[in-house]
């Protein structure tokens, strides 16, 4: 009963929050995407609903007062993205901040064959972990995809070429932002892909290091009933 007032408690004040940020059809829209995808993780059997506050994290980690709250992404609003960014799932798809493990679900539903989660909080990936269990038994088509689900710190992973989608929803500030730019940049440049670096970022914020991007990628937006996506193409 605690956690479902607390959520409805977030709900309204998102909702009321969104309609003073966005306007009253936005807002709908974006209510509208939220229950179709409720229904979509209960087809599936995934449990990826909720937020997690950082804060509630006991353990002492790098980087974690930087941390954003956990949401998960949208599958529909993620499957308009890629369908209409005509990505041809070839290398690594990676989720940075991948919490409950939606967007790699997504990822393995769209082509996907190796699929990266990187985030920080165990207690995140206790339940990203038997999500993707859940998924692979449901669909066993997709019992072939290589899944990997990492507690790790973003700014410590070791990225490659072969890395085609980075993907980001909001899971922290430009103080984070930095340093992993600084680590991703120099492998994005001898990528040996068309690759992707995707940041869902519904609130329009500004994110300085992240627009470094603008180097060496095209930048691109896309906008799917208040999902906001910024995208750098890599030239």
Same mark, same amino acid.
């Given at each position: 009963?605690?956690?479902?007032?607390?959520?409805?408690?977030?709900?309204?004040?998102?909702?009321?929050?969104?309609?003073?940020?966005?306007?009253?059809?936005?807002?709908?829209?974006?209510?509208?995407?939220?229950?179709?995808?409720?229904?979509?993780?209960?087809?599936?059997?995934? @449990? +990826?609903?909720?937020?997690?506050?950082?804060?509630?994290?006991?353990?002492?980690? *790098?980087?974690?007062? !930087?941390? $954003?709250?956990?949401?998960?992404?949208?599958?529909?609003?993620?499957?308009?993205?890629?369908?209409?960014?005509?990505?041809?799932?070839?290398?690594?798809?990676?989720?940075?901040?991948?919490?409950?493990?939606?967007?790699?679900?997504?990822?393995?539903?769209?082509?996907?064959?190796?699929?990266?989660?990187?985030?920080?909080?165990?207690?995140?990936?206790?339940?990203?972990?038997?999500?993707?269990?859940?998924?692979?038994?449901?669909?066993?088509?997709?019992?072939?995809?290589?899944? @990997? +689900?990492?507690?790790?710190?973003?700014?410590?992973?070791?990225?490659?070429?072969? *890395?085609?989608?980075? !993907?980001? $929803?909001?899971?922290?500030?430009?103080?984070?932002?930095?340093?992993?730019?600084?680590?991703?940049?120099?492998?994005?440049?001898?990528?040996?892909?068309?690759?992707?670096?995707?940041?869902?970022?519904?609130?329009?914020?500004?994110?300085?290091?992240?627009?470094?991007?603008?180097?060496?990628?095209?930048?691109?937006?896309?906008?799917?009933?208040?999902?906001?996506?910024?995208?750098?193409?890599?030239?």
């Amino acid at each position: 009963m605690r956690q479902f007032m607390e959520t409805m408690r977030i709900g309204y004040y998102s909702f009321a929050s969104g309609i003073k940020n966005r306007g009253l059809v936005k807002t709908l829209g974006m209510c509208k995407e939220a229950l179709i995808d409720e229904y979509y993780n209960r087809t599936q059997g995934l @449990e +990826v609903s909720g937020f997690y506050d950082p804060k509630d994290c006991e353990k002492n980690l *790098d980087n974690k007062d !930087f941390a $954003n709250f956990y949401q998960p992404v949208r599958y529909r609003p993620f499957n308009k993205l890629f369908s209409d960014l005509n990505v041809k799932p070839e290398g690594r798809f990676i989720d940075i901040g991948s919490g409950k493990g939606k967007a790699l679900v997504l990822a393995a539903e769209f082509g996907f064959k190796k699929i990266i989660g990187i985030e920080l909080f165990e207690e995140l990936n206790i339940v990203a972990r038997e999500n993707i269990k859940i998924f692979q038994d449901k669909n066993p088509q997709y019992r072939d995809v290589e899944f @990997e +689900v990492l507690d790790q710190d973003a700014c410590t992973y070791e990225y490659t070429i072969d *890395d085609q989608i980075i !993907f980001m $929803n909001d899971p922290f500030s430009d103080e984070v932002m930095k340093p992993f730019m600084d680590q991703l940049i120099p492998v994005l440049k001898g990528s040996k892909h068309k690759a992707y670096i995707i940041y869902k970022n519904n609130g329009k914020k500004h994110f300085p290091n992240f627009y470094r991007l603008h180097e060496i990628a095209d930048y691109l937006t896309r906008d799917y009933s208040g999902n906001y996506f910024e995208i750098f193409k890599l030239r």
